[in-house]
């Protein structure tokens, strides 16, 4: 199940590959001064996410995490664990959202799986579905049923030939395994308390355009041809970051998605920017406004040790061209499309 590959580039490469690919007046931040739209700031903290580390059990070509088994010296530290418990209670989030790499590969998972519930929390799992096939695991998918996790399952496309060809061979019959496990604890039926969401991202430089007519047809070929179900789907475009910037580096097409990306803006897409109502957390107490910013090593300060409410509110956002990925089209977030 893994996509091997070059060592992706380092963020400062990334960062200025990104800002050479539009000319000046079409960066993200001019673009908005441009139509006369002010910068987004910060607004209500309703998301705490938790990057637990980039250690995984798969290597997926579009992860913009750079996720896989080599990454072990990852993993969030214990006092960094304590911090993030003792934050649920301070910054009082609606939802904790646990992400990784493999989130259910840190030795804490579930300790704080059960500290966010005892918090009042909803609690979001990135799962990428075989985590829940390991030997060590075998218990995981009753303990967050459980829980009442609800469950965002990486599976790009509703056939097995596109989804191995993004995440590896044979990563499509693990991944309906996985599914048909969770139906089984009833996830997938409508019950909103194990609610099961898909999460797809198009092959390739396409943007996402998910309707609810695609989410119908999902659900009518994967119960017809392998008999599972799910609650909702929704969808993430390709953030040209890590793995999928370096591949269009190495293909010369990053000046063309970026162009493509500039060019599907939506301001439309601003109001719902997961940025705006989401703290990432990165394995190391730092702050980021977004997974992707995180990643490109945008931090904002001070740390989970310490952060306040009132420093986050109305706050100033670090954006970049990549921002272009999550305005493009119809929006994308980690809750999916924005408009």
């Known amino acids: ?104 590969l840190h030795p804490r998972f579930r300790e704080l799986v059960l500290a966010a519930r005892a918090h009042g929390c909803q609690v979001i799992d990135r799962c990428n579905l075989t985590v829940l096939l390991l030997p060590a695991m075998d218990n995981l998918a009753t303990f967050l049923a459980e829980q009442q996790v609800e469950i965002v399952a990486s599976l790009p496309q509703a056939e097995r030939a596109s989804t191995n060809a993004q995440r590896g061979d044979g990563t499509w019959e693990a991944s309906i395994q996985a599914l048909r496990r969770l139906n089984a604890l009833g996830y997938g039926t409508g019950d909103p308390t194990r609610r099961l969401t898909l999460m797809s991202n198009p092959c390739g430089t396409r943007l996402q355009q998910l309707t609810p007519c695609h989410e119908q047809a999902w659900k009518r070929s994967l119960q017809a041809e392998v008999g599972v179900a799910f609650d909702r789907l929704i969808g993430l475009n390709n953030m040209p970051i890590a793995r999928f910037l370096q591949q ?30 989401t703290l990432s957390v990165a394995a190391d107490g730092g702050l980021y406004d977004c997974d992707f910013n995180q990643m490109l090593e945008l931090p904002i300060a001070p740390t989970i040790e310490t952060i306040t409410l009132e420093q986050l509110h109305n706050r100033a956002i670090r954006w970049g061209n990549h921002c272009y990925g999550c305005t493009a089209g119809q929006g994308s977030s980690c809750n999916g499309a924005t408009t």
């Open 1 to 104: 199940m893994l996509t091997r590959g070059a060592p992706t580039l380092e963020p400062a490469r990334q960062r200025q590959l990104l800002a050479q690919a539009l000319p000046r007046e079409q960066a993200f931040p001019s673009n908005l001064n441009q139509r006369g739209l002010p910068l987004p700031k910060r607004g209500a903290l309703r998301v705490l996410q938790l990057n637990l580390g980039r250690l995984c059990n798969m290597q997926c070509s579009h992860c913009h995490v750079d996720a896989g088994p080599h990454q072990g010296h990852t993993q969030m530290a214990d006092a960094v664990v304590e911090q993030c418990m003792a934050a649920m209670g301070r910054l009082r989030p609606a939802v904790v959202d646990l992400t990784g790499g493999a989130p259910e």
């Open 248 to 277: 269009l580096e190495r293909d010369g097409q990053v000046a063309c998605y970026l162009d493509l990306l500039h060019s599907a803006f939506n301001p439309g897409a601003l109001e719902g920017l997961m940025c705006r109502d």
